[in-house]
DNA sequence: GTCAATTCACATGAAAGAGACCACGGTCTAGTG
DNA sequence: CTAGACCGTGGTCTCTTTCATGTGAATTGACGA
């Protein structure tokens, strides 16, 4: 008892590394952005329009993760909505994580948050969908205005719910006379438009920008300066930022990810009570980062899924040799039998997998080795160091 | 030695079902005046 | 008479199963040199 408040008061007493945490934060929308001027130069250009109340051309953003699309395309919409504001012109923005599991995944459900945009409450389940896009269009139609549509990660949405909706969306304004709606589309996939109904495609992009990925010294910068907002003198010691990049700008220049890397190694000085980030920090935030990642997809997925995972570590742990779907089938099944669970067909299974390969915790591969069959090649796609670890968790969770 | 056919072990697709969740409208019930 | 409880119907959504079709190269076997 005495100890804790003993703690508490040590906590409070002590210098806080951070300044400002949400700064490093990964929704946290930065005064200036770097490097990143031509992109918000030409949206701006496209977008422009929508202040003299005329429709932008719709607008397709392509780029990996972290490359500044989200960032860039809040900024400038946050910009055009202070004037708008300023002017008093109807100007509506609205932005949707198509990827956020329940909430924007399906064309139901984006119909749903638009309509809750505009102060239209819809059940999550329960009505027909034309029944709710009526109800939304209706309702959305009452009143004058320019909305733009911001949907992130929108090749999520069309793989799982497929292009009608855009299509549907892209026709919304010919049935409606007062409002005009603009869409700006964002994707990390670069190949998505290719498998959309060409009809789609013209009309939703009418205008493409590509944001290619920082290099490691542009990824410094931006480090920097808000290393420069959120924390204080002399706390960031040297080398570190120019690891973080290191490490980001080895996957493809991922901004968010060095970000990441810089805030969890601040917390792990931090709770570790020291005054200073220094360059070890680094490496047991890279291992944290992703045993949480993990962690978090393996909780939030069902029981079946995690048998599998825990499956495919079991087998890459006892064999060095390469692993194929056939393997992690037989130990499942034999899993399933250890915990009662009722086991499920190959086909379902070669899905989860699949699955799990996109999560990046594995890598599956499809190889053929010809004789002998076509298969998917297994291999961990996160650091063996972690392992151990998610896999008591694994098998606590599951009671194995 | 060359070349096409064969063959394996799954991958990949499509469709459809089970079961959870939910809204809506109608009917029933009990309480009220 | 009316508010609330309780159905049945019809809708979405996720996770699965079932059935069907596809696939890439090692292997096989026929063929000719």
Redesign the pocket.
Known sequence: MVELTKFFHGYLEREPLFKSKKVLQSNYTPENIAHRDDQIKTIAGILAPALRMEKPSNLFLYGKTGTGKTVVSKYVTSQILSVANEKKLPIQIIYLNCKL??VA?????II?QLAKEFGLDI?????????VYKIFLKHIDSENKLIILVLDEIDQLVK??GDEILYNLTRINFELKNVELSIIGISNDLLFMDGVDPRVKSSLSEEELVFSPYNALQIQDILRERAKEAFGEGIVREGVIEKCAAYAAREHGDARRALELLRVSAEIAERKNKSFICVENIDEAEEKIERDRVLDVVNT?????QLTLLAIFDVCNLAESPV????I?EIYKSFCGKVGL?????????????ELDMLGIIN?R???????????EIKLGIPSSTIPNIRTTLKESLNL
Do not use: W
Not at 105 to 109: L, Q
Not at 324 to 327: A, E, I
Not at 366 to 376: C, E, H, L, P, Q
């Open positions: 599991k329940r995944d399906t064309e139901y459900r749903v059940p999550a389940t329960g009505l027909p969908t034309d029944e799982k719910a997925q069902p029981k079946q899924f194929f779907t056939g393997d089938y009722k086991p499920l067909t190959q086909r379902r299974v070669s899905d989860i997998i699949a599956a499809v190889i053929s080795k010809g004789r002998y069959g076509r298969t998917r």
